[in-house]
């Protein structure tokens, strides 16, 4: 049912400070900029900064994860230096976590093999608040992602899918990361109508999306946590916007 992450979205106070920090720091180049709203594209999924100033806004200190070539980590670790990067070793792979000036946990993990690309070339994972871990297990494997992995110490769940989707009771993680609140994210799935109808029992109304770029609709849902999950039909995905 899930073939990608479309879209990840964020909230951010001041458009300018985020932009510094995203294009200054993370070398990140925009592909629309809007009064309220930045756009930028990684791998195959979009980064969304945003004002707020309607809905869905966009998550409040969220913790995501960008992609990497393992060669090129240690070269983000020294130009992140001065931000006091906290360091952690999954295996075979590192990765290394700052916060953006509006509190968002960004981890930066060496995953790719060498030569895979250069800067950041995705994002691999993103965490998501929610009051009830059963209830939102449930509303997430519905739609075909796996559970991967339970915490021991701490009330969580990593779900595993097109990317990793870890779901937190209200906790501080590693570097004191949060899950993210009222989070926005656009999935790219088979059958858009066919996504909603798995989750119909925990959501009370649909809103149709329409891109004003091509009238190509999609169907947004609200989560019992109040996460906008948007469901982008696979045959209209273009990763280049």
Wanted: proline share 5%; charged share 30%; glycine share 10%.
């Amino acid at each position: 049912m899930l073939t990608a992450l479309s879209r990840l979205g964020l909230e951010v106070k001041y458009l300018d400070r985020a932009r510094s920090f995203y294009e200054g720091r993370l070398g990140l180049d925009p592909v629309s900029v809007f009064e309220t709203a930045v756009t930028y594209e990684i791998g195959d999924s979009y980064l969304v900064l945003r004002r707020p100033s309607g809905v869905p806004r966009g998550g409040l200190h969220t913790h995501f994860a960008f992609t990497t070539p393992a060669d090129e980590y240690d070269d983000w670790l020294t130009d992140l230096s001065d931000l006091d990067p906290e360091e952690h070793t999954f295996g075979s792979y590192r990765s290394l976590y700052v916060d953006d000036p509006d509190d968002h946990c960004v981890e930066i993990g060496g995953i790719d093999g060498d030569g895979d690309g250069t800067g950041l070339t995705g994002i691999f994972e993103v965490v998501l608040e929610v009051e009830d871990i059963g209830r939102a297990e449930e509303f997430y494997t519905a739609l075909g992602f796996d559970v991967v992995d339970r915490g021991d110490a701490r009330h969580r769940v990593r779900l595993r899918g097109p990317f990793d989707l870890e779901l937190w009771e209200p906790q501080l993680g590693l570097a004191d990361a949060r899950g993210g609140v009222h989070v926005d994210l656009a999935l790219v799935v088979d059958d858009p109508e066919e996504a909603v109808e798995a989750v119909a029992e925990w959501v009370t109304e649909t809103a149709v999306v329409v891109d004003p770029r091509d009238d190509s609709q999609s169907l947004r849902v609200r989560d019992p946590d109040c996460h906008d999950i948007t469901f982008v039909d696979a045959d209209d995905f273009d990763p280049r916007g």
